[in-house]
């Protein structure tokens, strides 16, 4: 296996993403190549727009991509105490000055790591590219990233 990490981040919970982007900047830090593919509740967390938006093709996928929100609005996946869980983690982390959402998906755009977005999930909330942060290189089928991922190991979060 080469030194490579490939990251299937599923998920929108503010603490997966997290534990995602932790584990890309660690990994680019120390010279791993790192893929992340964000897909379907994941794709919220690489959205432009951070806070609640109507974007997407269609009114069904502007108002899920509305009710999703950005990166801004993500739960905890465990005792999200009505969206204020996230706002009391990222106090406690920076009380213990411990990396920040932000603060890690700055480090691990800093280090170079890949974002991808996927192209069914993409193709199903009627998004396009441009409703992504520009780090995302590129809109990707599976077989595309199993072709990146390959020689590697691959997360799914």
């Known amino acids: 296996m080469s030194k490579k990490l490939s990251i299937i981040a599923m998920s929108g919970d503010f603490d997966k993403a997290i534990a995602i982007f932790t584990l890309a900047s660690g990994a680019a830090a120390v010279g791993y190549e790192v893929n992340l593919f964000f897909t379907f509740w994941g794709l919220n967390i690489i ?34 105490f009505a969206g204020a869980s996230p706002h009391l983690m990222t106090a406690m982390m920076k009380s213990r000055n411990v990396a920040t959402l932000p603060e890690l ?37 599976v077989a595309k990233f199993l072709e990146l991922s390959n020689d590697g190991q691959t997360l799914f979060i």
Do not use: H, W, Y
Not at 129 to 141: A, C, M, N, R, S
């Open 47 to 80: 959205k432009k727009n951070t806070g609640r938006s109507f974007i997407g093709k269609g009114l069904m996928a502007r108002f899920f991509n509305f009710l999703l929100g950005g990166r801004k609005n993500l739960p905890l996946s465990r005792l999200n």
């Open 105 to 141: 998906l700055q480090a691990s755009i800093d280090l170079k790591v890949n974002f991808f977005a996927c192209e069914m999930a993409m193709v199903v909330l009627g998004l396009k590219k441009e409703d992504f942060i520009p780090q995302v290189k590129d809109v990707l089928g």
